[in-house]
């Protein structure tokens, strides 16, 4: 109901989770909108299955459950995003449109979480951003900060192209999967202001 009311947001179903896979391949939307538990499947296992497709779409999880351990499992298995269903309506609206861009997105209260609890920059975190360049460093904290490549371009003083290439570049040294699971280890490392 929410999105619906977003002019640029076209809402093409609402379903079970058994349903959502079928849906998926048949109507092949850009992003997609699970919950960690639900009544018929697990939304975890669904982002699994729905990821896995040729051409998959975003995927990011809007619960209730905001706990670090469904968020890291969503993060691990390709989630875009992980939005609380208390966020404003407003924002659910940008956010959904950041995870179609592929920039991802986190609750502000998930983000608040995962910068008073984690532990700065040891261990394996430590030693995936020290191979990145002061460049690359400077990118992972915009991306930390939930920024798309063309923000990060103007800030920066940087081509769009540019800037993809040192995306590619910092995802690939930190072994990480998307923006979204770079962004996390960003904030874990205390690199987002």
Known sequence: MI???APDIEVVATCTGQ????????????VV????RMPDVDGLTLLRRIRALPAAPYVAMLTTFDTDEYLDRAISLG???FLLKDTEPELLARSVRAVATGAGCLSAPVLRRLRESA???TGRTAEAIDTLSEREREVLAFLGQGLSNIEIGARMHLGAATVKDYVSAVLTKLGVANRIQAAVLAERAGLVE
């Open 3 to 5: 999105l619906d009311t």
């Open 79 to 81: 989630a875009g995003g």
């Open 33 to 36: 909108l699970l919950d960690v």
């Open 19 to 30: 349903e959502a896979l079928d849906l998926v391949r048949e109507l092949a939307p850009r």
């Open 119 to 121: 532990p700065r920059r």
